[in-house]
């Protein structure tokens, strides 16, 4: 984690728990360099899942639905 006093990518946590919503966690760091302490807050980044199955049939479906005449 970088510090925003310094800059150095090294910091250890001294304290970590759950963030009153719930939804993160809030970390107390200090710098390796500095000893400056500052506070993050990680939040679980969710994705939603794509499966493609078959690339040749997903294509050849979409270019048919560009070339389809106009009815």
């Known amino acids: 984690m970088k510090c ?10 001294i304290d970590s728990r759950h963030s009153e919503d ?3 966690i ?3 760091r200090e710098c ?6 500052f506070t993050t807050y990680e ?3 969710t ?4 499966v493609v199955k078959d690339m040749t049939l997903a294509f050849a ?5 560009l070339t389809a005449p106009a009815a």
């Not at 925003?4 to 946590?13: H, I, L, W, Y």
């Not at 994705?47 to 794509?50: D, R, Y």
């Not at 479906?61 to 639905?65: E, I, K, L, P, Y």
Request: hydrophobic residues 30%; charged residues 30%; glycine residues 6%.
């Open 26 to 28: 809030r970390r107390r």
């Open 22 to 24: 719930g939804l993160s």
């Open 32 to 37: 390796a360099r500095c000893q400056h302490r």
């Open 47 to 50: 994705l939603p899942i794509l």
């Open 61 to 65: 479906s979409a270019t048919r639905s």
């Open 4 to 13: 925003p006093f310094c800059g150095d990518q090294e910091s250890k946590v």
């Open 43 to 45: 939040v679980v980044e």
